[in-house]
């Protein structure tokens, strides 16, 4: 479809309630980060689970790419050098729940939306972890780049994850059946 018919298409069966409560969950999204980021550095004990669970999945995958790694808590550093420390804003759970929020908050029944959150929340972990080796990978071959790598190519990476997992959902899911 071209122009904006696609979106209408997509957003049929939108009505007023559950645009309210879309546009709930997005605050509410918005005033999750906000409390995560006044509660720091709590926020990294609550997530220290997360934490380490990410930590060791990324050394997992780039020792297995063949990069020497060590790891030492929650962080992981390369012996030329390199080291990150990864902390719950590193983790795929913040952008998880803004995504499960949203889900919720969009029209549907609960058993496909149970299916399309696992699945999403599987997608943004596999994407996560892609973007913690890849910027590792540069941050031991292409240090200079690192950091224009992790803001400007990793950070808007995961957000789009989200933005895909919405637009998937919305034009997939399980249509309402309409009265004759």
Excluded at 32 to 50: G, I, M, N, S, Y
Excluded at 73 to 89: K, N, Q, R
Aim: aromatic fraction near 10%; charged fraction near 15%; glycine fraction near 12%.
């Amino acid at each position: 479809m071209t122009g904006s018919g696609g979106a209408r298409v997509a957003l049929s069966g939108f009505g007023s309630p559950e645009r309210y409560r879309f546009v709930a969950a997005l605050i509410g999204a918005v005033l999750l980060f906000v409390l995560l980021k006044a509660a720091e550095p709590r926020t990294d004990v609550w997530f220290e689970p997360a934490n380490r669970l990410t930590t060791d999945l990324a050394a997992g995958l780039l020792r297995a790419s063949g990069l020497e790694v060590e790891r030492s808590g929650t962080v992981l550093s390369h012996a030329g050098g390199h080291g990150v420390y990864i902390y719950y804003l590193c983790t795929p759970w913040p952008l998880a729940l803004v995504m499960l929020l949203g889900l919720a908050a969009l029209p549907g029944r609960p058993t496909p939306k149970l299916v399309a959150a696992g699945a999403g929340v599987a997608a943004l972990v596999a994407l996560n972890q892609l973007r913690l080796v890849s910027l590792f990978w540069v941050g031991v071959r292409a240090p200079d780049l690192y950091r224009f790598a992790h803001h400007w190519i990793g950070e808007p990476v995961m957000l789009l994850g989200v933005g895909v997992v919405w637009v998937l959902w919305l034009r997939h899911r399980p249509r309402p059946e309409t009265k004759t």
